[in-house]
């Protein structure tokens, strides 16, 4: 697709009243980001990404067509993305959220698979206004490190 074309469907989506969306595509971080009450920043240890990959592949997903599969070249491309996120797009990311979110954004940063499932529930059971903040250097937005 046409980075014009993408861009432009994202800008729409996040015009929205309500809206979520999934990805850490950097260069068009800014078209969500401005717009979002709410950012939820997976940053999982390395291992974990790891081990989702490779327990995924060959396997069938829910959003392919059925019979498609990611082989073994997309495979090592992913592991090798994975590998160099900590250096690579975890800064990039890190800073398009300070630029870009505004002091009314509410940032979940989450490192472990358990701090994920426990926001989860409580984001079903009460608002996030309950969960506790502390500053991780950003001073555009409320940071929640569960």
């Given at each position: 697709m046409d980075s014009n074309i993408f861009r432009q469907r994202q800008k729409d989506l996040a015009a929205e009243d309500a809206w979520g969306i999934d990805g850490g595509y950097i260069p068009d971080l800014d078209t969500r980001l401005s717009r979002a009450d709410t950012v939820m920043f997976l940053d999982l240890p390395r291992r974990v990404c790891l081990?989702?990959?490779?327990?995924?592949?060959?396997?069938?997903?829910?959003?392919?067509?059925?019979?498609?599969?990611?082989?073994?070249?997309?495979?090592?491309?992913?592991?090798?993305?994975?590998?160099?996120?900590?250096?690579?797009?975890?800064?990039?990311?890190?800073?398009?959220?300070?630029?870009?979110?505004?002091?009314?954004?509410?940032?979940?940063?989450?490192?472990?698979?358990?701090?994920?499932?426990?926001?989860?529930a409580d984001l079903g059971a009460k608002s996030t206004s309950a969960l506790p903040t502390v500053s991780a250097g950003t001073s555009s937005s409320r940071v929640v490190i569960p």
């Open positions: 081990w989702r990959l490779l327990r995924r592949h060959n396997r069938g997903r829910p959003d392919y067509p059925d019979g498609v599969w990611e082989g073994l070249g997309w495979t090592r491309l992913l592991i090798a993305w994975v590998w160099r996120y900590p250096s690579k797009k975890r800064p990039e990311i890190a800073q398009a959220i300070a630029r870009h979110c505004t002091a009314d954004t509410t940032v979940f940063c989450f490192k472990t698979r358990k701090q994920v499932k426990e926001v989860l």
